[in-house]
């Protein structure tokens, strides 16, 4: 078992003594499931991706703007978010680390169509 708080320690000192000022460890991978701290420094931006077919994420410290359709939205350490379908994008508003939880592949059941065989 992984703790978080551990984590959440190794992954910001890693991003501030990176010349990105970011780092990010994989910790869970389970088929389609992945779990990732991601550390930022302050001022540090995650340019606009794609989103995982379903994906959340959770604040563990510090401050970040989760950016993408309307403008995006504010998280604080506690917080947790839906990441937007469309492209997003993250910046950290002071140190930060985030609990990005991402499901790669969604069956076609679980989105509502139902096939038959």
Same mark, same amino acid.
């Given at each position: 078992?992984?703790?978080?708080?551990?984590?959440?320690?190794?992954?910001?000192?890693?991003?501030?003594?990176?010349?990105?000022?970011?780092? *990010?460890?994989?910790?869970?991978?389970?088929?389609?499931? @992945?779990?990732?701290?991601? %550390? &930022?420094?302050?001022?540090? !931006? #995650?340019?606009?991706?794609?989103?995982?077919?379903?994906?959340?994420?959770?604040?563990?410290?510090?401050?970040?703007?989760?950016?993408?359709?309307?403008?995006?939205?504010?998280?604080? *350490?506690?917080?947790?978010?839906?990441?937007?379908?469309? @492209?997003?994008?993250?910046? %950290? &508003?002071?140190?930060?680390? !985030? #609990?990005?939880?991402?499901?790669?592949?969604?069956?076609?059941?679980?989105?509502?169509?139902?096939?038959?065989?």
């Amino acid at each position: 078992m992984d703790d978080l708080n551990a984590l959440t320690r190794q992954q910001l000192d890693d991003a501030r003594a990176s010349a990105h000022g970011r780092s *990010a460890h994989l910790f869970l991978h389970d088929g389609p499931l @992945r779990q990732t701290v991601i %550390a &930022l420094v302050a001022g540090t !931006v #995650l340019d606009e991706h794609n989103a995982p077919p379903a994906s959340s994420l959770q604040v563990l410290h510090g401050r970040v703007r989760l950016t993408g359709p309307g403008g995006g939205q504010e998280l604080k *350490a506690g917080q947790v978010a839906m990441i937007p379908h469309e @492209r997003h994008g993250l910046e %950290a &508003l002071e140190d930060s680390a !985030v #609990l990005m939880t991402a499901v790669t592949e969604v069956s076609a059941r679980v989105r509502g169509v139902v096939t038959t065989g």
